[in-house]
């Protein structure tokens, strides 16, 4: 019956306080719950009431996270804010690995997410799902070269159908977007005829302020972790991309993860009121 349960993490609102030294969390683990399944089906009637719970659940984190980012902008936050993005997966041999490690830290993370629709990755999709990462839209084609930017209406139609694939497979309609390749992809007049469209089917956009550059030639570990801590000093919100094809990432990631949280970052997934997503 309970087939719809994601490992969140909840932002205690005390703990949102300025004047505590460091912010905790408290993990909501997902196999917690399933053993207390029979108190679950005691309380509640069907699976709609579980997932008005987690719902409720998820707006008060990300309520939570929004104050403590306005604090951090204003410069009263004792910590630094870190969203990791992932993009253009799933992938059958990386994704998992990637997900291990974020489980290891307890971190959640955001996944700008492709349309694959073989069989082999419905567990993937299932498993980023609910481990409670914020679910984004990437497109369906990720076409950049294949006519994904040759109009608006192109672009739209392929968010649109992403945004179908996504619902149908997992139940969730998504409204945060990344453009392949990123917003500045799309000549000037173009962009802006995408972005109108986008308001109007209540989308924001996000883009980055610190690659791990795993797309480029010859990456390596050392690069990525590079790229990433330099990146991300003299800065009180990032916004990091990483893909999840990428071994040099997937090899960094951990070290990353370390170092960040060392230089005074918490992690957190994005959610549409951030001000890092573009409306």
């Known amino acids: 019956m309970i087939t719809k349960i994601f490992c969140i993490n909840k932002i205690k609102e005390q703990e949102m306080n300025i004047d505590k030294q460091s912010l905790s969390y408290i993990k909501e683990i997902y196999n917690e719950v399933i053993n207390e399944k029979p108190i679950f089906e005691e309380k509640v009637n069907d699976l709609k009431d579980i997932d008005n719970k ?6 008060k984190y990300f309520k939570n996270a929004l104050e403590y980012e306005k604090k951090v902008l204003a410069g009263e936050g004792t910590k630094k804010i870190a969203y990791l993005t992932i993009d253009d997966g799933p992938y059958k041999n990386y994704t998992p690995s990637f ?3 974020l489980d290891k830290y307890d971190i959640l993370s955001t996944f700008f997410l492709l349309g694959k629709p073989n069989e082999m990755y419905d567990e993937i999709y299932q498993r980023i799902f609910d481990s ?4 984004a839209n990437h497109t369906y ?3 950049i070269w294949g006519g994904l930017y040759a109009s608006a209406s192109s672009f739209i139609n392929d968010v649109l159908k992403q945004e179908k694939f996504l619902e149908e497979k997992l139940g969730v309609k998504t409204n945060i977007l990344r453009f392949p390749g990123g917003s ?9 005829s995408i972005i109108t469209r986008l308001r109007s089917l209540n989308y924001g956009y996000v883009d980055w302020n610190v690659s791990a550059g ?3 030639k010859k990456p390596n570990k050392e690069i990525v972790y590079n790229n990433v801590i330099n990146g991300a000093k003299n800065k ?3 916004v990091i991309l990483m893909h999840d094809f990428s071994y040099h990432s997937l090899s960094a990631l951990p070290s990353i993860i370390e170092q960040l949280q060392k230089m005074d970052f918490i992690f957190l997934p994005l959610f549409y009121e951030s001000s890092k997503i573009k409306k």
């Not at 409670?132 to 679910?135: A, D, L, N, Q, V």
């Open 54 to 59: 987690i719902v409720k659940i998820k707006e």
């Open 99 to 101: 997900l291990n490690v």
């Open 132 to 135: 409670g990462h914020t679910i």
């Open 141 to 143: 084609s990720h076409a």
């Open 184 to 192: 500045t992809t799309a000549s000037s007049s173009l962009r802006n």
């Open 214 to 216: 795993d797309s480029e």
């Open 236 to 238: 009180k919100v990032i």
